[in-house]
């Protein structure tokens, strides 16, 4: 296996979990055109495959996520980005199911993206890796499920960003998917979702140390930049409600403001911290890749402006989930796909549920959304003819 850099130096050997080498044979030809292989994925399984595998959920992780959904994170020491849906006796659970996340492609947590060594010319790939789009990903995640040797996905999930990759793989693989639950998504990114990302681009693209993408062939890290991406975005994840709930007005260690420009407030170290952790363990460039290729995901563009035709005679099980206090991907941009797939006469569930904590209360404690998926489940397992889930 050719050589990749695929996590920083700063905890090398530690590993990604499982890897695949993918298009040796035939290469993953990208929707920009270029022809992709020799590539990796990292991915990471929990449970155990039934016999007739057929109990698979795939789980696509959101825009800074990873394959780590549960458990200790090799790589950052933390806890999984899902822990109160993966699990024995949790709604995905693994005395049940087969849960599979991989690295999405342009990711940084092994599969391969700008920051893996091009192996024409022995350097990181920077700014001259191919643009990638959520359909990109979606094909290399089939490919390793082909080398995995399962046909048949019992429910593929996914919040935010893995939610525009469950749509997907309904519309591109309706046929391999029996069930799909996209959580906090939309059928393609609004203005102001794109204008959000840019401004996170813009601010690593004119940190000094980006050096036009090579920042890691001269040893630097563009910190500032991506610190200022990640904590724009991250105001964006939370509502007003659960802002103030938090930190209202509160001071940071001091019972007065300082009449300076240092982090007077608890809310701007919070910000301030949630960039600098960040630098730590994502990748600048992957970044710029990720935001980009949400940014492109446009389902309706994709058929002339009609969405219920990407969904015509898809025999794929739908459940749609949104929160009320999500205003990045607000019920609206739900109720759009819902609607699409009624006209398509696809089947399909709504709900929309009562949280003020933002586009990030898919990944916390919502006892509301893990009895939807339970039920979801359920009904599901009882028109599953690919085996036993």
Sequence with gaps: MRSTQRYDEAVAGVGVGHTAELGLDAPLTLDCGVDLGPFAVAYQTYGELNEDRSNLILVCHALTGDQFVTGANPITGKEGWWPFMVGPGLPFDTDRYFVVCANVLGGC?????????????????????????????????????????????????????????????????????????????????????????????????????????????????????????????????????????????????????????????????????????????????????????????????????VLADAFEGCPTRFCLISFTGDWLFPTPESRKIVHALNAAAANVSFVEIDSDKGHDAFLLDEPEMFETIRGFLMGAAEHWSGGTP
């Excluded at 309706?174 to 959580?183: L, T, Y």
């Excluded at 050096?211 to 964006?236: E, F, Q």
């Excluded at 960039?275 to 002339?304: H, I, P, Q």
């Design 109 to 305: 947590m092994g599969t391969e993206g700008p920051k893996s060594v091009n192996p024409r010319t022995g350097k990181p790939y920077g700014l001259s890796f191919p643009v990638i789009t959520i359909k990109d990903m979606v094909r290399a995640q089939a490919m390793l499920l082909d080398r995995l040797g399962i046909e048949k996905i019992f429910c593929v999930c996914g919040g935010s960003m893995g939610g525009m990759q469950a749509l997907q793989w309904a519309v591109t693989y309706p046929e391999r998917v029996h069930a799909a639950i996209p959580i906090g998504s939309a059928a393609h990114h609004t203005a102001q979702n794109i204008a959000l990302h840019e401004v996170g681009r813009q601010a690593i693209m004119g940190d000094a140390d980006w050096r036009d993408g090579d920042y890691v062939s001269h040893g630097a890290i563009p910190r500032t930049g991506l610190s200022v991406a990640r904590m724009a975005a991250h105001i964006s994840y939370l509502s007003e409600a659960a802002m103030h709930r938090k930190f209202g007005r509160q001071l940071q260690d001091r019972n007065s403001v300082s009449y300076g420009f240092g982090a007077d407030f608890q809310v701007e170290s919070y910000l301030r911290h949630q960039g600098t952790v960040f630098v730590e363990r994502f990748d600048a460039n992957s970044y710029l890749y990720l935001t980009r290729a949400m940014d492109y995901f446009d389902l309706v563009k994709e058929y002339d402006g």
